[in-house]
């Protein structure tokens, strides 16, 4: 297996292969997601090709937010009003029950998270009523084996709502910081002091929450070097199983809260990209694992032991040990993966709302996969978990030459090769350490629907 560890940083060839791209928490990703589709083909499909021996995963999308977070992208409603999250509640409740009828049958539940949105927006009495509706529809697990997580703003949990939370069964929790200098989190309008993170990081621990992750974000306003390279060593200090520290992708015109923030604040390119640097060395010296992309985990954590084993995968929560998995997700704008298809739920609340009260389902639109989305899949999930791929096991799975197969992409491989981001042995191609930080770009060459030209509008870019 890889050495995750092992990277080097070329800034030449960063910013050469520096383009949009997918992050590719699926494939095909959700831009080939098609409303022609009918949404009961996507259902029989998927109940057609899905093992029903195998565990499942469970997504729930909570979309209230208190307050309304400049360089968020996310799909969520901003409100102050509480009452408004039962009424959703309720109709989620209809969707939980139609799901557990078509993919329930008794499979066991060995993930769960809960994400938004601010999923803590709800009282502590709903999470427990929500659990319950979940807990009697599917097979969740009582030995507490299973990964069941949820994202949680320092500024919405409570010393009780933790115990909420742990008593009805979850073991992980994400922590939203993105950055702990005051001047950035009031350019972005997230004012959190460092104290209240760590107050809710001290319960958790106490309480035996399993494995805490935490969430940065580089490339906002007034961050510099300096500036970051201290959040960093607060957030090291603190000591998460998991960190993840995304980039910051300003594009206004398509996430409207994004207007509120000043372009002449945002760092430059160069400065992003110092930023980046330093984070990498500072969280590896620290004892951190690069996972891949923005993840990075303790030697212990089950992430980075599943990358060394070869059991890593990821799907539309990310990296995940649970490649097993059919992932049922509900909520507004909500994605799952069964069998062969993905689709997606209504992206509108009102819409979404409308079609669960109507007929139990609100899928919006999807996709089924091809016999070469498969293939092109399981070399993109290779390369991006474990930076590395075997050929002869492709070929082996497919009756395929994998070379011949792929030939439209031996021009690309042949220039990776030359700038020495991988290497091709007989039955092997190895991402070397400068090409693991543009692990994205290798992997677009085997997308089939990025045009070789990269024209890839929708995309963030990859570094």
Same mark, same amino acid.
């Given at each position: 297996?890889?050495? *995750?560890?092992?990277?080097?940083?070329?800034?030449?060839?960063?910013?050469?292969?520096?383009?949009?791209?997918?992050?590719?928490?699926?494939?095909?990703?959700?831009?080939?997601?098609?409303?022609?589709?009918?949404? #009961?083909?996507?259902?029989?499909?998927?109940?057609?090709? !899905?093992?029903?021996?195998?565990?499942? !995963?469970?997504?729930?999308?909570?979309?209230?937010?208190?307050?309304?977070?400049?360089?968020?992208?996310?799909?969520?409603?901003?409100?102050?009003?509480?009452?408004?999250? $039962?009424?959703?509640? =309720?109709?989620?409740?209809?969707?939980?029950?139609?799901?557990?009828?078509?993919?329930?049958?008794?499979?066991?539940?060995?993930?769960?998270?809960?994400? @938004?949105?601010?999923?803590?927006?709800?009282?502590? &009495?709903?999470?427990?009523?929500?659990?319950?509706?979940?807990?009697?529809?599917?097979?969740?697990?009582?030995?507490?084996?299973?990964?069941? !997580?949820?994202?949680?703003?320092?500024? &919405?949990? !409570?010393?009780?709502?933790?115990?909420?939370?742990?008593?009805?069964?979850?073991?992980?929790?994400?922590?939203?910081? $993105?950055?702990?200098?005051?001047?950035?989190? /009031?350019?972005?309008?997230?004012?959190?002091?460092? &104290?209240?993170?760590?107050?809710?990081?001290?319960?958790?621990?106490?309480? @035996?929450?399993?494995?805490?992750?935490?969430?940065?974000?580089? @490339?906002?306003?007034?961050?510099?070097?300096?500036?970051?390279?201290?959040?960093?060593?607060?957030?090291?200090?603190?000591?998460?199983?998991?960190?993840?520290?995304?980039?910051?992708?300003?594009? *206004?015109?398509?996430?409207? *809260?994004?207007?509120?923030?000043?372009?002449?604040?945002?760092?430059?390119?160069?400065?992003?990209?110092?930023?980046?640097?330093?984070?990498?060395?500072?969280?590896?010296?620290?004892?951190?694992?690069? #996972?891949?992309?923005?993840?990075?985990?303790?030697?212990?954590?089950?992430?980075?032991?599943?990358?060394?084993?070869?059991?890593?995968?990821?799907?539309?929560?990310?990296?995940?040990?649970?490649?097993?998995?059919?992932?049922?997700?509900?909520?507004?704008?909500?994605?799952?993966?069964?069998?062969?298809?993905?689709?997606?739920?209504?992206?509108?609340?009102?819409?979404?709302?409308?079609?669960?009260?109507?007929?139990?389902?609100?899928?919006?639109?999807? /996709?089924?996969?091809?016999?070469?989305?498969?293939?092109?899949?399981?070399?993109?999930?290779?390369?991006?978990?474990?930076?590395?791929?075997?050929?002869?096991?492709?070929?082996?799975?497919? =009756? /395929?030459?994998?070379?011949?197969?792929?030939?439209?992409?031996?021009?690309? /491989?042949?220039?990776?090769? &030359?700038?020495?981001?991988?290497?091709?042995?007989?039955?092997?191609?190895?991402?070397? *350490?400068?090409?693991?930080?543009?692990?994205?770009?290798?992997?677009?060459?085997?997308?089939?629907?990025?045009?070789?030209?990269?024209?890839?509008?929708?995309?963030?870019?990859? #570094?």
């Amino acid at each position: 297996m890889a050495q *995750p560890t092992q990277l080097a940083w070329n800034t030449d060839l960063i910013k050469r292969y520096d383009l949009a791209g997918p992050r590719y928490t699926s494939y095909p990703t959700a831009l080939q997601f098609d409303t022609e589709h009918n949404e #009961i083909d996507l259902i029989r499909t998927g109940l057609k090709t !899905s093992d029903v021996h195998a565990p499942l !995963s469970l997504y729930i999308h909570i979309p209230f937010c208190a307050h309304v977070c400049y360089y968020c992208a996310c799909n969520k409603v901003i409100t102050r009003n509480r009452d408004k999250a $039962q009424p959703y509640l =309720d109709t989620l409740y209809k969707e939980i029950e139609q799901a557990a009828a078509w993919y329930g049958n008794q499979r066991i539940v060995n993930q769960l998270h809960w994400g @938004g949105g601010t999923p803590t927006f709800i009282s502590d &009495e709903q999470m427990q009523e929500l659990m319950t509706h979940l807990r009697h529809h599917f097979a969740l697990r009582n030995d507490d084996k299973g990964d069941y !997580s949820i994202e949680i703003d320092p500024r &919405e949990a !409570s010393s009780n709502t933790l115990k909420t939370l742990r008593a009805t069964g979850f073991n992980r929790i994400s922590l939203g910081i $993105q950055d702990v200098d005051p001047r950035v989190q /009031i350019a972005v309008n997230r004012v959190q002091s460092t &104290e209240d993170t760590q107050c809710i990081l001290d319960e958790a621990r106490s309480l @035996g929450f399993k494995s805490i992750n935490m969430d940065l974000i580089y @490339g906002l306003p007034h961050q510099t070097l300096e500036t970051f390279n201290k959040t960093l060593d607060t957030v090291i200090e603190m000591s998460p199983d998991r960190l993840s520290v995304f980039n910051y992708a300003h594009m *206004p015109d398509r996430f409207r *809260p994004q207007r509120h923030i000043n372009v002449a604040d945002l760092p430059s390119a160069n400065e992003k990209l110092a930023i980046l640097q330093s984070t990498i060395q500072k969280l590896l010296n620290a004892g951190y694992v690069y #996972i891949g992309m923005d993840h990075f985990a303790k030697p212990t954590d089950e992430l980075a032991i599943a990358q060394q084993t070869g059991k890593l995968h990821r799907n539309f929560q990310g990296y995940t040990t649970h490649a097993d998995c059919d992932l049922i997700a509900m909520g507004v704008s909500a994605i799952s993966q069964v069998g062969n298809v993905y689709y997606q739920n209504e992206h509108d609340i009102t819409a979404w709302s409308a079609a669960i009260e109507d007929r139990g389902r609100a899928i919006r639109r999807g /996709i089924q996969l091809t016999k070469d989305d498969h293939i092109r899949r399981d070399v993109i999930t290779q390369l991006i978990c474990h930076f590395s791929l075997d050929t002869t096991a492709i070929e082996t799975k497919y =009756d /395929i030459d994998f070379f011949d197969y792929f030939n439209d992409v031996l021009l690309e /491989i042949n220039q990776f090769k &030359e700038d020495k981001l991988l290497s091709v042995k007989k039955d092997k191609i190895i991402v070397s *350490p400068a090409g693991r930080l543009l692990i994205r770009r290798i992997c677009m060459a085997f997308d089939a629907f990025i045009p070789k030209e990269h024209t890839t509008l929708g995309y963030s870019r990859i #570094i």
